[in-house]
Each structure stands twice: as structure tokens, then as C-alpha cells.
């Protein structure tokens, strides 16, 4: 049975930083990254990262968040500084295996707020 659980959210203010983790089971999994929903609006891609390491980042967060992978664990993490009220959603790790297949967690809520 696959499992995803992110944790990590939580409340910020504008300039500080969180970190959140995805423990990831069941699976072995390929491309993991991370996609956010916000309140009145569709879930977007925020980074992703292949199992050698390789990422890719939407452009509302290039050089202030890092994805990263430990793939002896089945961790993923993603470090986020400089944070911004537009920042605030859930934040949902996602993880494809082999066959392309996509699993989602359960979301985390970041809310980034004085």
C-alpha cells in the first residue's frame, strides 16, 4: 500500500522559512515533487525532482525553495525561505513510479501571514 505524508506546514511570516517533508512508502518512485492549492484556486506545480537528482522549478519560487530527495529513505523535502502571502495553500507532495503512475498525500497548509 503506498503511502504519502507530508509535514512541516504551518504558519510563517513574510520573509521567514518552513520546511516540509514527504515520507514516501510502498513504492519505488521516479519523479517526486511537490504542487499547492491555494483557496479559490487549481492545484499548481511547484518543483519536482528525478530519482538522479535532476529539478525543476515553476518561476514564483526559483531561488527561494530547494527540493531535495533522499532516496535511501524515500524522503522528499522542500526547504522554503523568503516566503510571500501568495505563498499560502496547501502544499501536496505527489510521486510516480515506473508505470508513470501518480500518487498524492494528503496536503499540509502553509499559511504565510504578519
Known amino acids: 500500500q503506498v503511502q504519502l505524508v507530508e509535514s512541516g506546514g504551518g504558519l510563517a511570516q513574510p520573509g521567514g522559512s518552513l520546511r516540509l517533508s514527504c515520507a514516501a512508502s510502498?513504492?519505488?518512485?521516479?519523479?517526486m515533487g511537490w504542487y499547492r492549492q491555494a483557496p479559490g484556486k487549481q492545484r499548481e506545480w511547484v518543483a519536482t525532482?528525478?530519482?538522479?537528482?535532476?529539478?525543476n522549478y515553476a518561476d514564483s519560487v526559483k531561488g527561494r525553495f530547494t527540493i531535495s530527495r533522499d532516496s535511501a529513505k524515500n524522503t522528499l523535502l522542500l526547504e522554503m525561505i523568503s516566503l510571500k502571502p501568495e505563498d499560502t495553500a496547501v502544499y501536496y507532495c505527489?510521486?510516480?513510479?515506473?508505470?508513470?503512475?501518480?500518487?498524492w498525500g494528503q496536503g499540509t497548509q502553509v499559511t504565510v501571514s504578519s
Open positions: 505527489n510521486a510516480r513510479n515506473q508505470y508513470n503512475f501518480s500518487y
Open positions: 510502498g513504492d519505488i518512485f521516479n519523479t
Open positions: 525532482i528525478t530519482r538522479h537528482g535532476s529539478t
